[in-house]
């Protein structure tokens, strides 16, 4: 297994540690130390891609696992979000249904031996989600951080939108005929 695969595999490991912190009541600074995870999780989301595309280290696993990694270490949070009452629900189904559309696209192109990368509104998309969810996990006070919070879950939104229809429309022939 190359390194970016390991680092990719490494994020993954972090969302239990990342949800033990954000989840488990009584743990001093917990939000705090969840949103280092998270930040330390995000950071090696960039890495590994950069590292994997430099270094002509570009694996099916890591054009896999990488935006697994990313869907499950977002949608981690933002269902905590809910159970926390700081996000809507609307906006967290609008987004996890996103993910599990791309996913069953990305299946059946993988069905067709195509393998589909990320575009650049949904890279555009994974970003602004992950900053959104710092600022939604360290839950600061302040008209600045919750006015920045408002506008990056609606920025986000409309991302997942964006980058949801651009997606279909580019690889529609994937459904309609097998092929890109």
């Not at 002509?56 to 990313?70: H, I, Q, S």
């Not at 195509?114 to 949904?122: D, F, K, L, Q, S």
């Not at 939604?136 to 920025?155: C, P, Q, R, W």
Request: aromatic share 12%.
């Amino acid at each position: 297994m190359n390194l970016p695969n390991k680092i990719t595999v490494f994020r993954v490991g972090m969302i239990p540690v990342f949800l033990v912190f954000m989840l488990v009541p009584g743990i001093p600074n917990g939000k705090y130390i969840a949103a280092a995870v998270f930040v330390i999780a995000s950071v090696s989301d960039f890495l590994d891609g950069y590292l994997a595309r430099k270094n002509n280290l570009v694996t099916d696993f890591g054009k896999f696992m990488d935006p697994l990694a990313d869907k499950l270490l977002v949608c981690s949070a933002l269902i905590c979000f809910v159970e926390a009452g700081t996000m809507p629900a609307w906006v967290v189904i609008l987004i996890i249904a996103r993910e599990f559309t791309i996913s069953g696209f990305r299946l059946v192109a993988a069905g067709n031996h195509i393998v589909i990368a990320a575009n650049y509104w949904g890279k555009a998309k994974t970003a602004v989600q992950m900053v959104m969810c710092v600022f939604f996990i360290a839950d600061l006070d302040g008209v600045f951080f919750n006015t920045s919070e408002k506008i990056l879950m609606y920025v986000a939104a409309l991302l997942t939108v964006v980058s949801l229809a651009d997606y279909i429309y580019k690889n529609r022939r994937v459904i309609t005929e097998g092929t890109k």
